[in-house]
């Protein structure tokens, strides 16, 4: 379970037109049958979880080369083509924008259903990389956008992005199943950015002293005395590096979270993590909190850190060759269909151009 980068991208309106999604699609499907069968499912989804290898995919689509829809539209092509052959190349899609995000866990279910296995760790996964990036990296980007791939066997790569209206920039989380014991430390490998800024950053290493401290402050103070505490630090002067403060959390509003937390008694952050109601803002209160209280420091460090084959659909750095995507999409289709040839035909299809 490791997130392997994050690629910075700017907002652009609009959307891929209908005759350029439906060869986004065919060129897709020829793509994913060929990694499949020359590899696994298990390299498909690694290639996935690499945020260049995303970009450059979608390029060669003929999409947008650093546009924020690379992602949907990427992934939504990926999801169309594997319609009818998921349960042939053993390779699932789950989720997608907006409202289809939170479809994901039913969609999950239903494959599970169809290929009879357990659906619950890769739900399981799904939700913790949501709430990593939403609650415990507060870095100014609203996810929007949650997409998983997955296997029969339980490997899965999540691809989901959030959104800066204020800098005008979305950011593009990649997660692989591979490889990771634990979602709340140092998990983002590798991060494309273009721009940095601070973040409240509770899974990187150096936080660790406060992520214990955040367990404890919830399993040892009562909802109503981290109120009071809560309210008493409101009314102190604190840090200037502090890019979110104390005085700008309406404490009232946290009480649910808080209750939650202290009737489950975590015993860990990742088990806090998946307490029902705590969101980013509860969190960012108990962080602050526990940096008064414990002496735990925070880290404000921001862990982020991209080719054209067909065109662009602006017209950068060319308008999209219709002809040529075409004779892509064409060539891909012989090459998986002489690749599925058995050996008798090989030999014969071999004598044919032996005699021409």
Request: hydrophobic residues 40%; proline residues 6%.
């Amino acid at each position: 379970m490791r997130p392997t980068g994050t690629a910075h991208l700017p907002l652009h309106s609009g959307k891929a037109p209908p005759w350029l999604f439906n060869r986004m699609v065919k060129l897709a499907k020829e793509i994913l049958i060929l990694l499949v069968e020359d590899y696994s499912s298990e390299e498909v989804l690694r290639r996935f979880a690499d945020p260049f290898w995303f970009q450059a995919l979608g390029c060669l689509l003929g999409f947008d080369w650093h546009s924020s829809g690379v992602t949907t539209t990427v992934t939504g092509a990926v999801k169309e083509a594997l319609r009818g052959l998921a349960s042939e190349l053993r390779l699932f899609v789950a989720g997608g924008k907006g409202k289809t995000s939170r479809r994901t866990p039913q969609e999950v279910k239903e494959a599970g259903e169809k290929m009879g296995f357990d659906p619950a760790p890769i739900i399981y996964a799904s939700r913790m990389a949501a709430k990593v990036d939403t609650a415990a990296l507060q870095d100014g980007y609203q996810l929007y956008h949650h997409v998983i791939i997955f296997t029969p066997q339980g490997h899965w790569v999540v691809v989901q992005q959030g959104m800066n209206t204020a800098t005008g920039y979305a950011r593009r989380y990649h997660w692989l199943s591979d490889g990771l014991s634990s979602f709340v430390e140092e998990p983002h490998k590798a991060i494309c950015a273009m721009a940095k800024g601070k973040a409240l950053n509770m899974v990187a290493q150096e936080s660790n002293r406060l992520r214990m401290g955040v367990v404890e402050l919830v399993k040892e103070y009562s909802p109503d005395r981290l109120e009071r505490e809560i309210k008493r630090l409101q009314e102190l002067d604190m840090p200037t590096r502090h890019t979110i403060l104390l005085k700008d959390i309406r404490v009232e509003r946290l009480r649910k979270g808080l209750i939650e937390a202290y009737q489950r008694a975590p015993s860990h952050f990742q088990a806090l993590l998946e307490v029902p109601g705590l969101g980013p803002k509860t969190l960012r209160a108990l962080a602050l909190t526990a940096e008064v209280l414990y002496g735990t420091p925070l880290s404000f460090r921001d862990p982020a850190r991209f080719a054209f084959a067909h065109g662009g659909k602006d017209g950068h750095p060319y308008p999209v060759d219709k002809g040529l995507y075409d004779t892509t999409i064409e060539m891909l289709r012989q090459a998986v269909r002489r690749a599925r040839l058995s050996p008798v035909e090989k030999e014969r299809a071999q004598r044919r151009l032996e005699v021409l």
